[in-house]
């Protein structure tokens, strides 16, 4: 079983800056893909970012040129850095990873809450 910690959630004014940490631990596992999802009031959970262990990258469209998703491949944590954030960006924002031992299996973090105020 991998088990995932977010930190680095809190309060931002528009146009500020805040970053996300996951980290993910556990033994004996592989991890393939870490990635970022965020959920607002009343909304689905939806893509922000992913990450793949080889590098790959895919960010949803609203949050291009203003996030930027990094991963410590030796730390198996993954990073969210966001800029430039908005009001719209207010949501509780969960980590996710797809991992394999013998087959994939996929974990959530806890979610940490990110509100931006104007």
């Known amino acids: 079983q991998v088990h995932l910690v977010e930190s680095g959630g809190g309060l931002a004014q528009a146009g500020g800056s805040l970053r996300l940490s996951c980290a993910a631990s556990?033994?004996?596992?592989?991890?393939?893909?870490m990635g970022w999802y965020r959920q607002a009031p009343g909304k689905q959970r939806e893509l922000v970012a992913a990450?793949?262990?080889?590098?790959?990258?895919n960010y949803a469209d609203s949050v291009k040129g203003r996030f930027s998703i990094s991963m410590d491949n030796a730390k198996n944590t993954v990073y969210l850095q966001m800029n430039s954030l908005k009001p719209e960006d207010t949501a509780v924002y969960y980590c996710?990873?797809?991992?394999?031992?013998?087959?994939?299996?996929?974990?959530w973090g806890q979610g940490t809450q990110v509100t931006v105020f104007s």
């Open positions: 556990g033994s004996g596992f592989r991890i393939n893909a």
């Open positions: 996710n990873a797809d991992w394999s031992i013998v087959r994939s299996w996929r974990s």
């Open positions: 990450i793949s262990s080889g590098g790959n990258i």
